[in-house]
Nanobody, 120 residues
Framework: QVQLVESGGGLAQAGGSLRLSCAASGSILRAFAMGWYRQAPGKQRELVAT???????SYADSVKGRFTISRDNAKNTVFLQMNSLKPEDTVVYYC??????????????WGQGTQVTVSS
């Protein structure tokens, strides 16, 4: 059974940095796009960054130049390096992976969410 386990959230000061990690565990035949969304209370989940299996990346305008997404295909792990953090980055971050599990069908899988809090 595939699970996405996130780590690295927490508290940072404005202007500081945090690094999120998300590892997909279980028997995985192939992973396609992986990435991060975030969701504030009462708001829709919004895309933060995605990375294709070949390395192409895409970012929300609000994080361009501050956040960097990367992945380790051998470990089915995706990272989000967050620099120059702002108080408005304070939300829960969710990782996702578009993948094919062994014996299964292609689908999106989600992590449990990790809280990022940026103090001013």
């Amino acid at each position: 059974q595939v699970q996405l386990v996130e780590s690295g959230g927490g508290l940072a000061q404005a202007g500081g940095s945090l690094r999120l990690s998300c590892a997909a565990s279980g028997s995985i035949l192939r992973a396609f796009a992986m990435g991060w969304y975030r969701q504030a209370p009462g708001k829709q989940r919004e895309l933060v960054a995605t990375i294709a299996s070949g390395g192409d990346t895409s970012y929300a305008d609000s994080v361009k130049g501050r956040f960097t997404i990367s992945r380790d295909n051998a470990k089915n792990t995706v990272f989000l390096q967050m620099n120059s953090l702002k108080p408005e980055d304070t939300v829960v971050y969710y990782c996702y992976a578009d993948l094919i599990p062994a014996g299964g069908v292609r689908a999106d899988y989600w992590g449990q969410g990790t809280q990022v809090t940026v103090s001013s």
